[in-house]
């Protein structure tokens, strides 16, 4: 049994981690925390656990009184507090998944431009590894510092992975339209986040700055082999979970969705939480799995490559995933805790 | 033109008043308040009132300065603020109409009880009348306040109505479940009412201590003639706008479902805003009109009055209402602006 | 292991039955009946699955076939259609848990009233257990044949059970109001159930004659004691999943709230799947999960008791209750499969 | 006050047009037809129509029988229906918009294959005008046969028109990502439009043949003097109402969002139901109204013009546009009936 502890667990993406860490053979949480509910037992504060056999209780985020208790710490923290976070915990000789920003990209100053803050522990980038199992498992088995991609970079990168290395693909022409469930905006109250006001309601926001872009070209351009730059559009939707994502480029020769679809295929014949459709996906298939489903196929008429991705935000697109980087890290089977095994 | 102020402009009963008024024939919107958006167009806050020829502009709410150019007052002010603003109002010579709870109830003990703070104007208890035009309509044509009713008092107030002054309701037996959606809630923003929370989500709140209970038993007394106490279990349904009462009382005779309808039919033949059925209506039915729909049935098998009613909460359970009222008392059509006339 | 048979396993109980009995680690799947899908594999039909390990198809449900390959059957069919199929397998020597209405009334006289339809196996209806643990474990543990409940009785049996042998309710007086998520209707498209009717929406339906009625009169006259009837008012709910029964009785004596609880959390100590609140509990807690939420209080005032229970109808209302009587009567834990071990 | 014929009044577009038009103050709704209700009062058909003063009732749509009862007909039918339709109207000397796809093409041939069916009326299509106000406003009023636009292609077309004919877009790289809530759909019983199918769902569909494209094609064509292809890309929203466009094209020259802001502003200056917005505009501003809300920016990283657009589906994406048609073609202010004055 793995020991481990759950830094920030009343959130979204802490809450999906004990729902699946709770039943998970090899481990045992060992300690949660929350400033929030610090002293109150978890099946009160979230009466969905009321059947956990164990009584867990919140702590407050006291890293020296937890780190004996634990191996390994999921961190559930707002960027720039896990950077702190980790590095105590990486000298403590703990490993450590973060499912922040702080650790996802290479270049320090590309984080200090897209999120306007300074970076604490440049000298952690180097050994961080980027924990999408499916482009980098090897280097997850031996981390100790795994970044643990953000939702919509799971769908983008994962979605077009298959071809960024074809020259079939014009680079320049890439467009990437993605919806997202209102959970990846986190638990704090905010009056647009309210139902009376989502209900029924629709809109893209971010572009074409957000925060998820450079984490998306930083992948692409390794998987091109050149700087790669993309013109990505989140939109809101009305709704908890998913993430969806639509991504446009223009095909240089002619393929067909035959062939594109094989290449598809090849691709992702190892991957266990991948599954290849020849037609449009639906969100409702991903939610409360830790599978990516997508598609892809040439328009012919306009040249033009469309793929289609979805996952649960929550799970593939942060809890699930840190699992099973988890689970590779410390070999168990990929797929321990997270679903039909 | 009847030239209106509206106090406290922002929040959706407010919303919902533009939307009606800046229809209304005989109405010149000639002040617009609130506190949070001072100084900016109403188009700019909400841009689905982009269409509007005049360019009204929100100011402070401060009644020395606008209320020479207003005739009327709509006040869309939190409890206990409203007794203040409509006792300068009333002083000024205005007419008012109040949609908080300040001057719903006839006894400021029972006020002060439920509402936990002291009553401030008793003195104009006695002139205020209670804004519910199929039961108060000859009273409202002099009012000069008037005190619009809460949304869950009225469906169940014209609910019962039509029966409680018959001799086969047991008095003592009513339950009133209500649903609403939870614009009601107003648009403060609270963890509670994000969409993440309540999407997919229900549940009972505020029983047996809800606000509207004193509301619902003083006009239900009234019909009764005799002090008439209600259980009353308010729920939130994860939708914007809505009420749906569903009352029992156990009948002490044998009535059929038809009798009862008859009585329902004869009692709001006068009515232009309400619809009586022999099934149960729906609340989409309601949303967006002044309208309530009701239905009445007796179960026979064990004794027992079913009586379901719905209305839009915003509408005919607030700002509709409260244009309901000030075309009765300015002796316009009821229905003026209030839809298909 | 135990090899089960699923017949009808693309409706909504089957599916859900599918994703519990595809984790249980002392079952084996061996096969899924479905008309409509014959030949087709599950993963194909439902993406969902895609992450099984076993390759399972659907079958045309022919009994003569799958018999052997099975120790127990889940039956998810249409009333009538189920009396048949349980007296072949049960002609066989398997086990079965039938979740349709067939086998839940132990007077046929009252099947055929309230379905319309001639009971065809009389027979069975004396050995057939009423498949809800907390009351009647011991049963199950030995029968043949488990009549699992319907998702409303449910709901008002577990909730007002603790206090039906009690002196001080007044039998004559229950009333019972439920709201329930559309996956109750089932998978058949129908014009009422379709998003865009039933988005914002809500509406009472079927009372005072809904078939669950006199299935929960049964087991509230065996607790009771007597002839119990009750006013039962279901109301669709503009969700997926979830049922929330408001319960209120007129109380005969003075009870406070906390002695009410203390009968409720006296009642359920040993239960493993019940959690007893003393504020309401919320319909979001219980998707997802076995667990019936139940809150209990006196409303002094008016001498009302008020119940609210909460669960997911296709989980603790269908499925999940079907593996716990499962798990019940092979002597496993009964929580196998039933999330948090 | 002009005599209006509504055929195929029960579905959503029906329905829509009924809101309008009954309150609409130069018109009187003379008949309305519907195969499914004939014989059935409009307000016991939809009891949100019980507040109107005139009794309508469904008649069969037989068009001899209604035709010299009415001046104008607006035809909501089925395609292929509506070519036979219209043409008996218009030789009886009526005036038609027709909300159907059957006149929208100019050239039968694209129609046919888009379409799968043989147009039976190309004689009409010369004489239709295609009913896009903001483009075709000067035909409309001479029109005796206006082929209302299609809901997907009103958002598509106004949102990229501005710019269309400038030499800085590349044609070439258009990219259109919408989404749609579900009663585009109609209001046919159909198990995937379910609201427990679709409740948290979200998918593409129909692309790269969305029967949409072509419309778009021919007003893109015209607007940029040669043949120009889009990459169409449809969602299905799970939601009621609403349609939210996103498109992106490359900028072969620098340009600032604020330049091409001004040429938006400038291009819809004469417009009165168009905004147009430097933030992206939200979905449920347009809900209800005959409004176009539109941004424009660009991303000038990437070279990438973001363009936005969001209208109500069935108000200016079908209903209301055709009202909007008719205030045209008859003289009216273009505003009546359709909002704030």
Redesign the interface.
């Known amino acids: 049994m793995i020991n481990v502890g759950i830094i920030g667990a009343a959130g979204?993406t802490g809450q999906t981690l004990l729902s699946i860490l709770?039943?998970h053979k090899h481990v045992n949480v060992a300690a949660i925390t929350s400033a929030t509910f610090e002293g109150q037992s978890l099946s009160n504060v979230f009466?969905?656990?009321?059947?956990?056999?164990k009584p867990l209780v919140f702590e407050k985020p006291d890293y020296d009184s937890i780190v004996k208790r634990c191996d390994t710490f999921f961190l559930c923290l707002p960027h720039r507090e896990s950077m702190e976070a980790a590095a105590k915990l990486l000298d403590a000789g703990k490993v450590v998944f973060d499912l922040s920003a702080d650790f996802r990209l290479k270049d320090h100053a590309v984080y200090e431009k897209w999120y306007g803050v300074t970076h604490t522990k440049k000298d952690l980038l180097a050994s961080a590894v980027y924990g999408l199992p499916e482009l980098h498992g090897d280097k997850i088995k031996n981390a100790s510092l795994v970044a643990v991609p953000g939702c919509y970079p799971t769908s983008a990168i994962l979605g077009l992975a298959p071809v960024l290395g074809e020259s079939f693909i014009d680079k320049?022409?890439i467009?990437i339209?993605s919806?997202s469930?209102?959970?990846g905006a986190g638990?704090?109250?905010?009056?647009d986040?309210?139902?009376?006001?989502?209900?029924?309601?629709?809109?893209?926001?971010g572009?074409?700055s957000h925060r998820h872009t450079p984490e998306i070209e930083q992948e692409f351009s390794a998987l091109t082999g050149e700087k790669t730059?993309?013109?990505f559009?989140p939109?809101l939707?009305?709704?908890?979970?998913?993430i969806?994502t639509?991504i446009?480029a223009?095909l240089t020769e002619d393929k067909t969705s035959g062939e594109i679809l094989n290449l598809y295929k090849s691709f992702y014949s190892g991957s266990?939480?991948v599954?290849v459709?020849d037609t449009?996906?639906?969100?409702?298939?991903a939610?409360?799995?830790n599978?990516l489903?997508v598609s892809a196929?040439a328009?012919e008429?306009?040249s033009?490559l469309?793929v289609?991705s979805?996952i649960d935000n929550l799970v593939k697109g942060a809890s699930g995933q840190a699992v099973q980087c988890f689970n590779i890290r410390y070999g168990f089977d990929e797929?321990v805790g997270l679903?039909?095994?």
């Open positions: 979204y709770l039943s009466p969905v656990f009321a059947g956990t056999k320049s022409s467009v339209n919806v469930g209102v959970s638990k704090k109250a905010m009056g986040f309210m139902l009376a006001e989502l209900e029924g309601n629709f809109y893209a926001y572009a074409p730059m993309v013109t559009i939109h939707l009305p709704t908890t979970r998913g969806y639509t446009t223009k266990r939480f599954s459709h449009f996906p639906r969100m409702k298939w939610i409360g799995s599978r489903y196929m328009d008429r306009t033009t469309i289609t979805t797929k679903g039909y095994e």
